[in-house]
């Protein structure tokens, strides 16, 4: 597959899947920038392959992301996978943590894709990497799957606004995912319950049917997809990759 002349605008590129789907799409063919708030990872990445240029960037702040753009240039492929976690039960759930969530893992996703769409012309593909949490409940982390809940809404009604476009808008809904943000949803666990790290993997593998974490070159595979030959009619949709766990 190629996306020879195509640029890709990744948020959150840093580490993690927005890493792997840096080098996928410029081992593709594609143009790709990378934006993130610390220069340092996202220096790292670009160092690591030809076609990868970095923008500095914060998604929850409106004039930052239309100066991203800005420096981008013209972007076919918008993908918005900035994102954080957070946990703590409800009755413990504080007001700055909520809003944190929804700033960087809703607000911030809704900024990319608006801004992303506004400067499309053509052929486009905008892409969100939400999580399973956005299609179900788990326990103590409410404001984050408020949050991916709410992508998924902003994905489906998006859909239905640019059907008559060229442009399709679509959400990657992994399961836990072997990333630094899950190591450090382990590190929470292991603290809290008394378990061994080891065991606090495994637990979070375990809510996979194939008991096993995500990849993120699976993530990578996905988007690589929704930008190729035969995509065109998939649009507004939220496409799981847990194992079967929904």
Not at 30 to 45: C, N, T
Not at 87 to 115: C, H, Y
Not at 134 to 158: C, D, F, N, Q
Request: proline share 4%; with cysteine; net charge positive.
């Amino acid at each position: 597959m190629t996306l020879h002349g195509k640029r890709v605008l990744i948020t959150g590129g840093g580490t993690g899947a927005g890493e792997n789907l840096a080098l996928g799409f410029a081992a593709a063919g594609a143009e790709v920038v990378i934006s993130g708030r610390r220069a340092a990872p996202l220096q790292a990445v670009a160092a690591r392959m030809a076609g990868i240029r970095v923008v500095q960037a914060d998604v929850t702040d409106e004039a930052s992301v239309k100066a991203m753009f800005a420096a981008a240039g013209p972007c076919d492929v918008v993908i918005a996978n900035a994102g954080a976690a957070d946990s703590a039960p409800m009755a413990k759930t504080s007001l700055d943590q909520w809003n944190a969530m929804i700033a960087v893992n809703l607000t911030g996703v809704f900024l990319t894709l608006r801004e992303g769409l506004l400067q499309m012309t053509g052929w486009g593909r905008l892409i969100s990497v939400a999580s399973t949490a956005g299609l179900k409940g788990y326990a103590k982390v409410a404001p984050y799957a408020a949050a991916k809940h709410g992508v998924i809404g902003l994905t489906r009604s998006l859909a239905l606004e640019i059907a008559r476009k060229p442009i399709t808008v679509n959400a990657i809904c992994p399961g836990f995912l072997d990333t630094p943000m899950t190591d450090q949803s382990v590190q929470v666990i292991a603290e809290k319950t008394g378990r061994s790290l080891t065991e606090a993997r495994a637990a979070l593998a375990a809510m996979n049917p194939q008991n096993r974490l995500i990849q993120p070159s699976e993530v990578t595979a996905t988007a690589l997809f929704l930008c190729g030959a035969g995509s065109d009619g998939i649009n507004g949709q939220a496409i799981t990759i847990a194992g079967g766990e929904l």
